[in-house]
């Protein structure tokens, strides 16, 4: 099995930056990239980022492309996300997952192991 834990969520205000983590443990050797989800409240689950480990790509959704950046280690199982420019809009709790599949990085049916999620707030 593969376990996640995200870090770094918070309060911060809009304009503001924050930096989340997250540490992947356990059956790792079959992953082939980490993605970025969110979820806010009564909304279901959507695409934030991703890294596919071959050859470094990573995938954007539309609404946070120029403003977040994925980038990970495949050696060490971890993949960040930095959160610049934050709106109000981007408060959600944030879930990392792996993709042991090798492809749809962009589709949540495509992960098949999620952390627990770490809450981000925008608000001034």
Same mark, same amino acid.
């Given at each position: 099995q593969v376990q996640l834990v995200e870090s770094g969520g918070g309060l911060v205000?809009?304009?503001?930056?924050? /930096?989340l983590s997250c540490a992947a443990s356990g059956r790792t050797f079959s992953m082939y990239g980490m993605?970025?989800?969110?979820? =806010?409240?009564? !909304?279901? /689950?959507? %695409?934030? =980022? =991703?890294?596919k480990w071959s050859g470094g790509t990573t995938y954007? =959704?539309?609404?946070? !492309?120029? /403003? %977040?950046?994925?980038?990970?280690?495949s050696a060490k199982n971890t993949v960040l996300l930095q959160m610049n420019s934050l709106k109000p809009e981007d408060t959600a709790v944030y879930f990392c997952a792996a993709n042991r599949l090798g492809w749809g990085f962009t589709r949540r049916d495509a992960y098949d192991h999620w952390g627990q999620g770490t809450q981000v707030t925008v608000s001034s």
């Open positions: 205000q809009p304009g503001g930056s924050l /930096r993605g970025w989800f969110r979820q =806010a409240p009564e !909304k279901g /689950r959507e %695409f934030v =980022a =991703a890294i954007y =959704a539309d609404s946070v !492309k120029g /403003r %977040f950046t994925v980038s990970g280690d």
